[in-house]
């Protein structure tokens, strides 16, 4: 059962490290990710409708199960990423991090 409507009231009640589950269909937002969470679509029948963006603080998080229908993008600076997801065709990963020790692991499959 779903006790926010929201991601952005979901993260404020959260603490580093813990899960947000998307459980509706589609969640119309943009967002930013600004601490180290977990976030679970339910496969390509969830969708974010808006841009998800990794700020300072999202350290580690791990995106996945979930199709963005706008770009996601990864600020400078962060690492240790596990993003796994759908996107929208024509829209990409935009990874910030200009050093090559910044490490993260992106995978995604465009879909009409």
Do not use: C
Not at 48 to 71: C, E, M, P, W
Not at 82 to 107: C, H, M, P, R
Request: glycine content about 8%.
């Amino acid at each position: 059962q779903a006790t926010h409507s929201s991601f952005s009231s979901a993260q404020t009640a959260a603490s580093d490290g813990d899960m947000i589950t998307f459980l509706v269909n589609s969640l119309t937002e943009n967002i930013t990710v600004s601490k180290k969470l977990f976030m679970q679509g339910r496969g390509p029948g969830s969708i974010i409708n808006g841009t998800v963006t990794f700020a300072s603080g999202s350290d580690y998080s791990h995106l996945r199960d979930i199709k963005v229908l706008d770009n996601v993008t990864i600020n400078s600076g962060i690492k240790g990423l596990y993003l796994d997801l759908n996107l929208a065709v024509g829209k990409t990963v935009i990874d910030n991090n200009l050093q090559t020790e910044q490490s993260n692991f992106v995978n995604w499959l465009e879909e009409d």
